[in-house]
């Protein structure tokens, strides 16, 4: 499995980069935005930041904002 994905964040920086993009943007089969080839993304609305619930890498800056962001006023959501 590991091997894989390497060769999909590979394959997905390659693709990019010949279509003449800095970085790629994964998405799941249903088109929702999942991950980045090497990054998780997330969005801040308001006081929430939304973290997308397509199949992904648990990253860990994302596992460290989940732990500090109540700390600091925020909630964490898997919605988009």
Do not use: C, H, Q, Y
Request: proline share 5%.
């Amino acid at each position: 499995a590991a091997l894989f994905l390497l060769a999909l964040t590979t394959f997905g920086l390659r693709f990019a980069g010949m279509a003449g993009f800095d970085d790629a943007l994964f998405l799941d089969p249903a088109g929702r935005i999942t991950e980045g080839p090497t990054w998780n993304i997330g969005f801040l609305v308001d006081d929430t930041v939304v973290w997308p619930r397509g199949d992904k890498l648990s990253g860990i800056t994302a596992g460290l904002l989940d732990v500090v962001a109540p700390g600091v006023g925020l909630r964490t959501v898997r919605s988009i």
